[in-house]
Structure formats: C-alpha cells, structure tokens
C-alpha cells in the first residue's frame, strides 16, 4: 500500500506544537520563580524543560511523517 503524501501542514503544525510548548514551559517556569523571586533563571529553566517536551510530543505525534 502507498501512504498519503506528506503535506506542509504537517510540518507547520508540528513546529507551532514545538514553540508552543516551549513557550508554555517557560510562562509555568516564570511564574513559578516569580513566587521565590528567580523569575528569570527559572523562566529559561522552563523554556529548556519546555524544548524537551515538545520534542518528545513531536516526536510521538509525527512519528510516521
């Protein structure tokens, strides 16, 4: 059997899923230093955590692309 023709979409969607969740991470990451006064080092923690969460979503996602 052939498989569907990969479409931009796709591609589209998994990068905005990446920036997203890198983005999410980073505002949880924010917010929490915020409270402990390390918004900053906790805010780039988050964005880091977040890179590798949105790999792994990606990646199981798009996993046949």
């Known amino acids: ?7 931009r979409a796709d591609a589209a969607t998994a990068g ?6 890198m983005l999410a991470g980073a505002a949880v990451g924010f917010g929490l ?3 402990v006064n390390l918004a900053v080092p906790l805010g780039l923690l988050g964005l880091f955590v ?11 996602r798009f996993r046949r692309l």
């Open 1 to 7: 059997m052939t498989e569907a023709p990969r479409r």
């Open 16 to 21: 905005m899923a990446l920036i997203g969740v």
């Open 33 to 35: 230093g915020s409270l």
């Open 50 to 60: 977040g890179l590798g969460a949105g790999l792994a979503l990606v990646y199981v």
